[in-house]
């Protein structure tokens, strides 16, 4: 499994258009390998919030197929030049092997 996890950094009450952006319907959905996309948003009382967009694929290979996709190139297309909304601070991507997991086991003992 691959991950990829993109942090973005947003004024103080700016979290859910992030949210919204990344949870409504796309076309990542439709690409082969994708596993799903989950968002989290750090816990914090005050001040900017901090968002992470983790996507999850079934291979590195999968993954590159959506970076190179035209799908995905054609919104990135559709918005170069102009300026990134006023309220994300800053932004970042990072991708990842997934070299172990664990899952829940009920306990046969009670």
Do not use: C
């Amino acid at each position: 499994m691959f991950v990829q996890i993109k942090t973005i950094l947003v004024t103080e009450g700016h979290a859910d258009r992030i949210v919204d952006s990344f949870t409504s319907q796309g076309i990542i959905e439709q690409q082969p390998g994708f596993i799903d996309l989950s968002v989290l948003k750090k816990r914090q009382r005050k001040g900017n919030e901090e968002v992470l967009v983790m996507i999850r694929w079934e291979s590195e290979e999968a993954w590159k197929a959506w970076e190179k996709s035209e799908a995905h190139l054609a919104g990135h297309r559709a918005n170069r030049g102009k300026p990134a909304p006023y309220y994300i601070l800053e932004s970042r991507q990072d991708v990842f092997y997934v070299l172990g997991q664990k899952g829940y086991v009920e306990s046969s003992t009670r």
